[in-house]
């Protein structure tokens, strides 16, 4: 059940518990809108469409090393897979919140491999992976959208099938 309390401001705050039993509080400045917001919250978490607003500050490379951890390739392709992501892909985005990379954001990265001469295939294979651990953010509810749709990548670097 929301519980709703009027702040010395004058404003409304009202807060939920998520499954978890953390508080969610959000603040407004009339009563119906918190009691609103209030009610619509407890509907997606009794539906369980609620993703939790916090769950995308979590850091890129801390959930890269969880993705890392639960990701079955073989191991030719690990190897790869690894050197890519040392030498691209967490020197940029490591210190990143998920929530805060924007579809832009990828594509000014893009940008800057190709500025700095990176090769085609790199920048394929580096744009793959972030795109993969982007959607297992997205299937775990941590973010709501990948930000790596709609990237273009430079000439004789395709996307491949199921990313972008």
């Given at each position: 059940m929301a519980y709703l309390r009027k702040l010395p401001s004058g404003k409304w705050q009202v807060t939920v518990r998520n499954r978890a039993g953390d508080r969610i509080s959000?603040?407004?400045?009339?009563?119906?809108?918190?009691h609103a917001w209030g009610r619509d919250e407890e509907a997606k978490l009794s539906r369980s469409a609620y993703r939790d607003p916090l769950a995308g500050k979590i850091k890129f490379g801390a959930w890269h090393d969880r993705w890392w951890e639960a990701r079955v390739v073989e191991?030719?392709?690990r190897r790869g897979d690894e050197?890519?992501?040392r030498n691209h892909v967490t020197p940029h985005w490591a210190d990143w919140e998920l929530r805060d990379i924007a579809r832009l954001d990828v594509q000014s990265w893009v940008r800057k491999m190709t500025v700095a001469g990176t090769g085609a295939s790199a920048i394929r294979r580096a744009?793959?992976?972030t795109s993969s651990i982007m959607k297992a953010a997205v299937e775990e509810d941590l973010i709501s959208v990948t930000p790596c749709r709609g990237i273009d990548l430079p000439k004789g670097c395709p996307v491949t099938a199921g990313h972008g």
């Open positions: 959000e603040t407004f400045p009339l009563r119906s809108q918190a191991p030719h392709t050197s890519s992501i744009y793959n992976l």
